[in-house]
C-alpha cells in the first residue's frame, strides 16, 4: 500500500514537473494561418473579399480587377485556383453577393456584375449609384458594405487628401437603396478603412488618426449623427437631412466636452491606442458562427494594415451610447491586412496590401485563412463596465489566489486632444486604484472595485498576474477600454 501511494506521489511530481517544463501556449496553438499562394503574375493587393455560390471566393485588387479562387477552404495550396473574373475597375474596396448579382464599390460608382454565359467572366456590368463626386487624388477611397438589414449597402467616403471636402460628399457615409437612391446618412468621417455590422444589426467604420483623431478607433454610424471631422458638415444642405447642421468642434478641446456641447456628436465606441494596437485600423468582421470561430462568438474583430495584426472589440451600450474594450488577438500576417471576411464555417479570410503605406508584414500583398484549432486559450473573454469598476469574464477558470491579488493588475487612464492638428499625443494621464478584485462563484468571472474611472478616457489594463486554474497566463493580459459614460 505505502509503495502504491509513492509511486502515485511521484506520478505527480512527474506530471506537475512536466507541466512546468512544457512551453507556454502562443497564438499559433489557438488561431492558424494558412497561406493561399497567388499566382506568379497576379498582383492581388486585396481590396475587398466574398463568398459565391459553390465555395468560391472573389477577391478584388486594388488595381480595378475581381478574381475567383477555387477551394479555398483547402489545406493543399495546389488545390487554390485563381480565375480572373473582371477586369478595368477602379479600386474596388467593396464586394457582396446577392440573387445573382456581385455588387462591387469603386471609386465612383456602386457597381453590379453578373456572368450570364457561365464562362467565369462577368460580362454585364450595371451602375447602380454614382451620387458622389472624386478627382485624382489618390485618398479619394470609396469602401463598400454588406447588405444592412435594411437591404441597403454603405459608402464610407474618404476626403480629398484625406483632409478635405473639395468633391461632393467627401468625409461622408452614404446608404444606398435596393432601388438604387443614395441618401447621405452620416458626417464627420475622415479615412475610413472598413465597414461592417456588428451582432445586432448597427453599421459601424473604422476611422484612422489624423486631423480631429487622435488615434485610429471604431465609430457607430446612424442618420444624422457627425463623428468627428467637420470638412464634410459643407455638404448638409445637400443631404437634406432632417434637424439642424452640428457645429463646428473646438480645436484643443477633448472629444468628450464637445459632445457634450454639439447634441449630434458622437464620439468613438472605442479607441485603438496608437501605435500599442496598430496604426492603420482597417476591416471589419463580426463573429457570427456560433462558435466555429473560437469562444469569442458575437465580438467584433477589426484589422491593421501597418501593423499586420486582427484585434478583438468587445463592446457595450451605455446610456444608448457603443463604448467598450480592444484586445490584442492575432499578429504574424504577410502583408498589410485591409480586407477580412469570415464564412460560416469559422474560416476568417484576410487580405493583405502594403502599396504605398507599408506594413510589419512584408510582402507586397497577399491572401491568408485563420481557422481556430479547437484548442481555448486562456483570454479575458468580456469587459464590461460598472459604475465602480469593471466586470471582467474569462474563457477557462481561473485560479483565485492570483485573480483576487491586486498586484496582478495595473491601471491608467488617458485620453486625446481633439484637435485640427494631426493626431495627438496621449494627455491627461491618471493612475485609478483598484481597491477589490472578487472572483464570482462561476470561478470565470471577477469584479473589480475602482477607484478614478474617467469618462472620455481609455482605461489601460494589464493583468499580467494572473493565472487560469491549471496554471497558465493569459495569452493577452492587456484590454483597452474606452469610457465614454459611466454606468449609473
Known sequence: MRVGILTLFAAILATAAFAADAPTPTEADYYKITDLPIPAGVVLEVGALEMLPGDVLAASSRRGEIYLVDKPFSSNPRDFVFTKFAGGLHEVLGLVYRDGWLYAT???????????????????????????????????????????????????????????????????????????????????????????????????????????????????????????????????????????????PKSGSRVAIEAKRIPELVPPAVYFPYPQMGQSASGIVCDTTNGKFGPFAGQMFVSDQAASTVMRVVLEKVKGRYQGACIPFRQGFSSGNLAMLLTLDGSLFIGGTNRGWGSRGGKGYSLERLNWTGKIPFEVQTMSARHDGFDLTFTKPIDKKTVEDLKSYKMRTFTYIYQESYGSPEVDETTPVIESAVIAADSKSVRLKVKGLQEGHIHELHMAGIRSSDGLPLLHDAAYYTMNLIPD
Not at 454565359?117 to 454614382?130: C, G, I, K, S
Not at 454603405?154 to 467627401?170: I, M, P, Q, Y
Not at 476611422?207 to 457627425?226: D, T, V
Open 106 to 248: 469603386q471609386r465612383g460608382e456602386l457597381t453590379r456584375l453578373k456572368d450570364t454565359n457561365n464562362d467565369r467572366r462577368a460580362d454585364l456590368f450595371e451602375t447602380v449609384a454614382d451620387g458622389w463626386e472624386i478627382n485624382g487624388d489618390y485618398h479619394e477611397y470609396a469602401f463598400g458594405s454588406r447588405f444592412d438589414r435594411d437591404g441597403n449597402l454603405w459608402v464610407a467616403l474618404c476626403l480629398t487628401g484625406s483632409f478635405s471636402s473639395e468633391n461632393k460628399f467627401r468625409g461622408w457615409a452614404l446608404r444606398i437603396t435596393p432601388e438604387g437612391k443614395v441618401l447621405p446618412t452620416t458626417s464627420g468621417l475622415r479615412s475610413p478603412g472598413g465597414l461592417g455590422m456588428n451582432a445586432a444589426g448597427d453599421m459601424f467604420y473604422t476611422e484612422n488618426q489624423g486631423p480631429w483623431n487622435g488615434a485610429c478607433s471604431l465609430k457607430h454610424l446612424a442618420p444624422g449623427q457627425f463623428v468627428g471631422h467637420p470638412a464634410g458638415l459643407k455638404w448638409y444642405d445637400d443631404a437634406k437631412l432632417p434637424g439642424k447642421k452640428p457645429e463646428t
